[in-house]
């Protein structure tokens, strides 16, 4: 993946607020929605949220200034500690084409397990030698431990799943869909997404893991991550989205079109509405799991917001202080 500050177009000293409002916009420019006959829509939104996980969250903008985590958010491998593997028996990380990155774990070394050449290492060197020849002795290896050789008998696991994430669009989560991946591997595969996928489960793929003579094919591992929207906020299973109003509809009133996640809709806004009043758009928000009903969905919650013009307009001005002088209104009069 690119440089996070590349992606949002923002500089490496640039605010909480710039990038938040950098993301805001690219987002609504990119959303799948609004480029339905762009085939890479997806792929630049899916880009998008992954730069903002980075950049919008503090800490991790933090770690990533300091070379700790990659454009991926994953730590950065820092090569062995000591003559053997992290830990005694740990796993190096690998990240491969299209940014996905995977572990190889092997299982620790057992009494009289040699490691390398004095006996130094934690039998992690040895388990990946092991799986190159399939469990068998290779060249240099012997039956008898000691120093240049390996313990046949030395317990050995090897961890052949790939473990991948993949980003998707709030309403892919909730409608389902087919998207293409690359693996670390280099193989591309179609993954089909369920209807009502949560964020955080895994979507299993068995036998397209790596291979190693002598074991099981392992298996791949989706992580599903669901991305911001630029418009709603997921709240359980009811969505909530801010709903810009003029100041002459929250007046007199008005119909106005609100977008839900299966087409937009037409709202009834009444005379004299304030702004943060809120409406309730039943049966337009997340389907609900297990609820006992079939085809039982949460809501959506519409908060208005009463959007000035950004120019000034003296008409607009005028009106205001003959409406002030002539109606006198203090709204915070209950907070003094």
Request: net charge neutral; proline share 7%.
């Given at each position: 993946m690119r440089d996070p500050y590349e992606v949002l177009g923002v500089q490496r000293g640039a605010s909480a607020a710039a990038i938040k409002s950098a993301f805001r916009k690219l987002a609504k420019k990119h959303h799948p929605d609004a480029n339905k006959g762009d085939p890479k829509a997806a792929e630049r939104f899916a880009e998008l949220n992954a730069a903002n996980e980075i950049l919008g969250d503090e800490d991790k903008r933090k770690q990533f200034d300091r070379g700790e985590i990659d454009a991926e958010g994953k730590p950065r491998f820092q090569g062995f500690e000591g003559a053997g593997f992290p830990g005694g028996g740990g796993g190096a990380r690998r990240a491969g084409p299209g940014g996905f990155e995977y572990s190889f774990r092997t299982g620790g070394g057992g009494p009289g397990a040699g490691g390398f050449a004095g006996g130094a290492g934690s039998g992690g060197f040895e388990d990946i030698l092991k799986s190159m020849f399939g469990g068998a002795g290779g060249p240099g290896m012997g039956?008898?431990?000691?120093?240049?050789?390996?313990?046949?008998?030395?317990?050995?696991?090897?961890?052949?799943?790939?473990?991948?994430?993949?980003?998707?669009?709030?309403?892919?989560?909730?409608?389902?869909?087919?998207?293409?991946?690359?693996?670390?591997?280099?193989?591309?595969?179609?993954?089909?997404?369920?209807?009502?996928?949560?964020?955080?489960?895994?979507?299993?793929?068995?036998?397209?893991?790596?291979?190693?003579?002598?074991?099981?094919?392992?298996?791949v591992l989706i992580t599903v991550t669901i991305a911001p929207h630029p418009y709603?906020?997921?709240?359980?299973?009811?969505?909530?989205?801010?709903?810009?109003?003029?100041?002459?509809?929250?007046?007199?009133?008005?119909?106005?079109?609100?977008?839900?996640?299966?087409?937009?809709?037409?709202?009834?806004?009444?005379?004299?509405?304030?702004?943060?009043?809120?409406?309730?758009?039943?049966?337009?928000?997340?389907?609900?799991?297990?609820?006992?009903?079939?085809?039982?969905?949460?809501?959506?919650?519409?908060?208005?917001?009463?959007?000035?013009?950004?120019?000034?307009?003296?008409?607009?001005?005028?009106?205001?202080?003959?409406?002030?002088?002539?109606?006198?209104?203090?709204p915070r009069k209950d907070l003094e």
């Amino acid at each position: 993946m690119r440089d996070p500050y590349e992606v949002l177009g923002v500089q490496r000293g640039a605010s909480a607020a710039a990038i938040k409002s950098a993301f805001r916009k690219l987002a609504k420019k990119h959303h799948p929605d609004a480029n339905k006959g762009d085939p890479k829509a997806a792929e630049r939104f899916a880009e998008l949220n992954a730069a903002n996980e980075i950049l919008g969250d503090e800490d991790k903008r933090k770690q990533f200034d300091r070379g700790e985590i990659d454009a991926e958010g994953k730590p950065r491998f820092q090569g062995f500690e000591g003559a053997g593997f992290p830990g005694g028996g740990g796993g190096a990380r690998r990240a491969g084409p299209g940014g996905f990155e995977y572990s190889f774990r092997t299982g620790g070394g057992g009494p009289g397990a040699g490691g390398f050449a004095g006996g130094a290492g934690s039998g992690g060197f040895e388990d990946i030698l092991k799986s190159m020849f399939g469990g068998a002795g290779g060249p240099g290896m012997g039956a008898r431990g000691g120093a240049g050789a390996f313990e046949q008998e030395m317990p050995f696991a090897a961890d052949l799943d790939l473990n991948v994430s993949m980003t998707v669009t709030l309403e892919e989560a909730v409608n389902g869909a087919t998207r293409r991946v690359r693996l670390p591997t280099g193989k591309e595969l179609n993954v089909k997404i369920p209807a009502g996928v949560d964020a955080g489960q895994q979507i299993r793929l068995k036998g397209q893991g790596e291979t190693a003579p002598g074991h099981r094919p392992g298996d791949v591992l989706i992580t599903v991550t669901i991305a911001p929207h630029p418009y709603f906020k997921v709240d359980g299973n009811d969505l909530r989205l801010d709903l810009p109003i003029t100041l002459y509809e929250a007046v007199l009133g008005a119909k106005v079109r609100v977008p839900t996640l299966d087409g937009a809709v037409q709202l009834s806004i009444p005379k004299n509405t304030s702004s943060g009043r809120t409406f309730r758009l039943k049966g337009k928000g997340l389907p609900i799991r297990n609820a006992g009903t079939p085809g039982a969905t949460g809501d959506l919650f519409a908060t208005t917001r009463i959007m000035l013009p950004d120019a000034n307009d003296a008409q607009l001005e005028a009106l205001m202080e003959k409406w002030r002088d002539q109606h006198p209104f203090n709204p915070r009069k209950d907070l003094e």
